[in-house]
């Protein structure tokens, strides 16, 4: 199926499976399997591209190195940009491990905790924390609104209701 998606002040067609946003659970199994793969294996920005609105933001946010916490405000094109290369370089695979959705009318908050992995056959993850994504529902699809995390750490380990392994 081919959709029109509006990339800054331009408009693209995008040939992608209208299934891949059809359900909540659909667009979050496609975030997490477009952002994965092998050192050296492409990923597929224009599907990334497409499961997000095009005002969405991805938003990291931590401790910072001198003290106190921080966040990043990217665009879709910006955690492109930004991320792109590393993932593609080093490899890596985010699944997962734990979900908790909360829905009104067109609006969901979905709590995803993941555990982050160099090889899809790591048995111990290098790095874990819980995604807080925003998603709407325009009556034909799910957009991805927001995505904003958090890596655990010792100060903040992933509480048990969000962590199923425990």
Do not use: C
């Not at 659909?26 to 997490?32: A, D, E, F, G, P």
């Not at 790095?127 to 799910?142: A, C, P, V, Y």
């Amino acid at each position: 199926m081919i959709f029109q998606v509006a990339l800054g002040q331009n408009k693209v067609d995008v040939d992608v499976d209208a299934r891949k946003v059809k359900s909540q659970d659909s667009i979050i199994q496609n975030l997490y399997q477009v952002i994965s793969g092998a050192k050296g294996e492409k990923r597929d920005w224009e599907l990334f591209r497409f499961l997000f609105l095009p005002e969405a933001r991805l938003i990291p946010t931590g401790r910072k190195a001198e003290g106190g916490f921080g966040s990043r405000f990217l665009s879709v094109d910006e955690y492109i940009e930004t991320s792109g290369a590393w993932l593609e370089e080093n490899g890596f695979f985010e699944k997962e491990i734990s979900r908790r959705i909360e829905t009104y009318g067109s609006v969901s908050h979905v709590f995803s905790t993941y555990e982050s992995f160099r090889n899809p056959d790591d048995t111990e993850p290098f790095m874990r924390g819980i995604n807080s994504i925003q998603l709407f529902f325009d009556g034909e699809r799910w957009w991805i609104v927001n995505i904003f995390w958090m890596p655990e750490s010792e100060e903040f380990p992933i509480p048990k209701q969000y962590d199923q392994k425990q």
